[in-house]
């Protein structure tokens, strides 16, 4: 089963991911956890490109290919090889991040990026998107307060940030058979609790 996780910058997804893959261990599932952009190393190192902030002369359709090509090799090296293998994906961040972020964030048409989408990932979408859902500014905040990886995107203004958040809601809203919203603005243990049921009642009816 491949889940995904996304949500906009400092929604906590990268604090939730081993903790869910670690009960579910304990569930008796094999569990595989990676992230995006990254995961192989040579996604990595499109990641290194793609985060640093100093590259801030970079337009949104070099980000937009960039971040495909990290992902269609983590796609081919590592997702689909394990999935066949029956393990449990975890990922962190996937392709709705480049409609989110490049398409409803930087305005890029939605329909070219599905395509774009569709050839990167060689058609392989999750069975399972959860959103973290929280507010942008409080999101960004959040991200400051923690001190952690303040990369190229998180640099990018507040408008863009909010139109990120609208196009993540409106996928989760046009999508509710593959999309689950969780409420990122709580304790931390309470959007662990909220993840723990979520993943659970999915996994169990998708192998009912």
């Keep these: ?77 590592v997702i689909r090889p394990r999935l066949q293998r029956g393990e449990i994906i975890l990922c962190d961040r996937y392709a709705d991040s480049t409609l989110a972020y490049q398409g409803y964030g930087h305005g890029n048409d939605l329909q070219i990026l599905q395509q774009l989408l569709d050839f990167a990932t060689g058609g ?32 990018y203004q507040i408008a863009f940030h909010q139109k990120v958040r609208d196009g993540y809601l409106t996928m989760a809203h046009k999508d509710p058979k593959r999309w689950a919203i969780v409420n990122a603005d709580q304790e931390i243990e309470k959007v662990q609790a909220d993840l723990r049921r979520l993943v659970l009642e999915r996994i169990k009816t998708a192998r009912s």
């Design 1 to 77: 089963m491949f889940i995904t996780l996304e949500g906009p910058d400092g929604s906590g997804k990268s604090t939730q991911v081993q903790p869910l893959a670690e009960y579910l261990r304990q569930e008796g599932y094999t569990v595989f956890t990676t992230r995006e952009p990254g995961g192989t190393t040579i996604s990595d190192q499109v990641r290194e490109v793609l985060m640093r902030v100093d590259n801030r002369s970079m337009y949104p359709r070099t980000e937009t290919l960039l971040f495909c090509a990290a992902r269609a090799q983590l796609v081919e090296e």
């Design 124 to 155: 392989l979408w999750p069975d399972l998107t959860i959103l973290f859902d929280i507010d942008a500014i409080a999101g960004l905040n959040r991200r400051k307060v923690g001190g952690g990886e303040w990369n190229r995107l998180d640099d």
